[in-house]
T-cell receptor, first 114, second 116 residues
């Protein structure tokens, strides 16, 4: 069965650079969630989208923005990167009508900021 | 105050035994959801089980069950008949409404090691 796809899987950036992380949800899933997990930390909820509209907002820094496109894929844009942004970024998807509480996670994008 | 508290940083269990991973939560909302996730050493996050605040029965999914005690604000995960593949980090999480939509909070996790 198709799973959540995230690209790239690994990304290395310099301080003050920008990065774009992509998430392709499971086909027909209408909700996407973004999480940030620092080294040895618990995941922190960043933001979520339902039917291309922002639905929930967590601890997403102002330097980050995200959107969900018409094909339901989502992108997390990160600007003015800081060392503290180094983390594993998870995307998850769900289908609100059938299983809103079951989030299927992607493999994550490991971002390293040097 | 911590929204989700997992007091067991590490747990060991003998293969085929049952184990309980503790989780307490803090919310003043009546409508909330509780989740458990498994994160193996490979890093992926795997959904295990969900309990809604209005669900009267404890959630079960195969070998996983959630011992939901609403008055005590606890949502312990019980894994029966532990297998070696259960060795992983386990996170308890909560969804609660806020003025910016739902918020999701994770605990600090419990590292479970299953001993042959």
């Amino acid at each position: 069965a198709a799973g959540v796809i995230q690209s790239p899987r690994h990304l290395i950036k310099e301080k003050r650079e920008t990065a774009t992380l992509k998430c392709y949800p499971i086909p027909r899933h209408d909700t996407v969630y973004w999480y940030q997990q620092g080294p040895g930390q618990d995941p922190q909820f960043l933001i979520s989208f339902y039917e291309k509209m922002q639905s929930d907002k967590g601890s997403i820094p102002d330097r980050f923005s995200a959107q969900q496109f018409s094909d339901y894929h989502s992108e997390l844009n990160m600007s003015s990167l800081e060392l503290g942004d180094s983390a594993l970024y998870f995307c998850a998807s769900s289908l609100q009508l059938v299983g809103p509480n079951e989030q299927f996670f992607g493999p994550g994008t490991r971002l390293t900021v040097l | 105050a911590q929204k989700i508290t997992q007091t067991q940083p590490g747990m060991f269990v003998q293969e085929k035994e049952a184990v309980t991973l503790d989780c307490t939560y803090d919310t003043s909302d009546q409508s909330y959801g509780l989740f458990w996730y498994k994160q193996p050493s490979s890093g992926e996050m795997i959904f295990l089980i969900y309990q809604g605040s209005y669900d009267e029965q404890n959630a079960t999914e195969g070998r996983y069950s959630l011992n939901f005690q609403k008055a005590r604000k606890s949502a312990n995960l019980v894994i029966s008949a532990s297998q070696l593949g259960d060795s992983a980090m386990y996170f308890c999480a909560m969804r609660e409404p806020s003025n910016t939509g739902n918020q999701f909070y994770f605990g600090t996790g419990t590292s479970l090691t299953v001993i042959p």
